[in-house]
Structures are given as structure tokens and as C-alpha cells.
């Protein structure tokens, strides 16, 4: 009967629905080329008890996107800094919005040798294309001059426009010298801060908890 066929075409149509809306959340996925895949079911809040777990909620409704507003992950080494940007990441991936990681050494030299070939403008324009920038592991490594003003440009094209996700290991009062340059890290922070949440993991890391878990002795260099 009619009603059959109709039952029929409905459930057809809504499988052609998944099926599109698969493809193309598989699609952002590899766009977004996260090096590994993590996801906030998997985050162990209560070993990371520093963390506020409604905030974490809150940003996974992920209104600070809409909202152009970014998020700033601080901590040690190990602490989850890097699953919890991912887990953000893959969230909005979900949601149907474009996304890119990168780490902070790799874009930076990508920078360069764009601004190097005059073709920095270009590289800029490119990255707008994603509404959110997940840059990891600031201040591993400080910059020089010309990958300090690249980062300055990028962060400034986004202000205000979309979002930034930045993990690092140096407290902000430190990225004087990650820039080597206390005017440029005062500028790019003045643009990430002004809408943005601030998340400061001061727990332990999980890569030393796991090492202890199997009897490895660790050292530790921050004494």
C-alpha cells in the first residue's frame, strides 16, 4: 500500500542521510589530520582532579566556536593538554565544522617558507578556511624574529573571526621569551585572551603514571 512505499522511501532517504553525513564527518577527519584520535569519554577526570569538569562540558557544547571565542590548555608535559584539544577537535568534526591541528614547530616553518616565497598572504588565507585552529606545544621551542611575526599575523587574522585551541607548557608570564620578544607576546596574547577560557592542568602525567604502573623507575628533571 501506500503507507508501505512511502515507510519504504522514508527509511531509504534517512540511510542516504547517514551515509552522506558519514562520509563526510570522515572527511573532515582527515582534513583535520589529528595525529592520534581521543575523545572525551577517555579523558580520567578524577585523576586529573585540577580540572574543572563543567567547564570541560560547557566547551563541549562547543558554543565558544560559534562564539569565535578561543581555548588555552597550560600544563606540564603528559598532563592530557593534547587529548582534551583533540577531543574538541573531533567533537566539532562531528558537528559538521571544519578543523585543523597542527603543531606549533611544523606551522611555524610552514609560515616561514611562505613568507620567504611571498606567499605568506596565501598560506594565511588558507588557514582561515578552517573554523578551528588547534595549535600544540607552544613554548617547547622559542621562535625567531620571522616565525614570531608569522604567528602574529595568523593569530590576528582570527581575532575575533574563529577560533584558536592552543596547548603549551609555559605559563603565560613565560611567553616573553618563547617570542624572544616581550611586545609581539603581549600582542598575541592580548588577542587570544580577550574571549577565550583558560584551562591550567597542574595534575601528573599520565605517560609517567603508566611507567610506574609497569615498575620503570622515572627521574624526575623539573627538581
Known amino acids: 500500500d501506500n503507507k508501505t512505499t512511502m515507510e519504504v522511501l522514508d527509511y ?11 562520509v563526510a564527518v570522515e572527511r573532515r577527519m582527515k582534513s583535520a589530520v589529528f595525529p592520534v ?3 572525551l569519554e577517555e579523558f580520567d ?7 574543572d569538569k563543567k567547564v570541560i562540558e560547557d566547551l563541549a557544547t562547543l558554543r565558544f566556536i560559534h562564539n569565535a571565542e578561543n581555548v588555552v590548555l597550560l600544563g606540564p608535559p603528559g598532563v592530557g593538554k593534547t587529548h582534551l584539544a583533540i577531543a574538541f577537535g573531533i567533537e566539532a568534526v562531528k558537528a559538521g565544522i571544519s578543523v585543523y591541528f597542527t603543531n606549533t614547530g611544523n606551522l611555524i616553518e610552514r609560515l616561514k617558507i ?11 588565507r588558507n588557514l582561515m ?41 609555559k605559563s603565560y608570564g613565560e611567553w616573553g621569551e618563547i617570542f624572544q620578544d616581550h ?38 628533571f623539573y627538581q
Open 12 to 22: 531509504l532517504f534517512e540511510q542516504e542521510r547517514k551515509y552522506r553525513e558519514a
Open 37 to 39: 584520535k581521543k575523545t
Open 45 to 51: 577526570f578524577e585523576f586529573q582532579s585540577s580540572i
Open 114 to 124: 611562505a613568507n620567504q616565497e611571498g606567499m605568506l598572504e596565501k598560506k594565511l
Open 129 to 169: 578556511k578552517y573554523k578551528v585552529l588547534i595549535i600544540d606545544e607552544i613554548g617547547y621551542l622559542p621562535f625567531d624574529e620571522e616565525g614570531a611575526h608569522c604567528l602574529f599575523q595568523l593569530i590576528s587574522r582570527r581575532y575575533e573571526k574563529s577560533s584558536v585551541i592552543l596547548t603549551s607548557n
Open 183 to 220: 611586545v609581539i607576546a603581549a600582542a598575541v596574547l592580548d588577542r587570544i585572551l580577550h574571549h577565550s577560557t583558560t584551562i591550567n592542568i597542574k595534575g601528573e602525567s599520565y605517560r609517567l603514571k603508566e611507567r610506574k604502573k609497569q615498575g620503570i623507575k622515572t627521574v624526575n
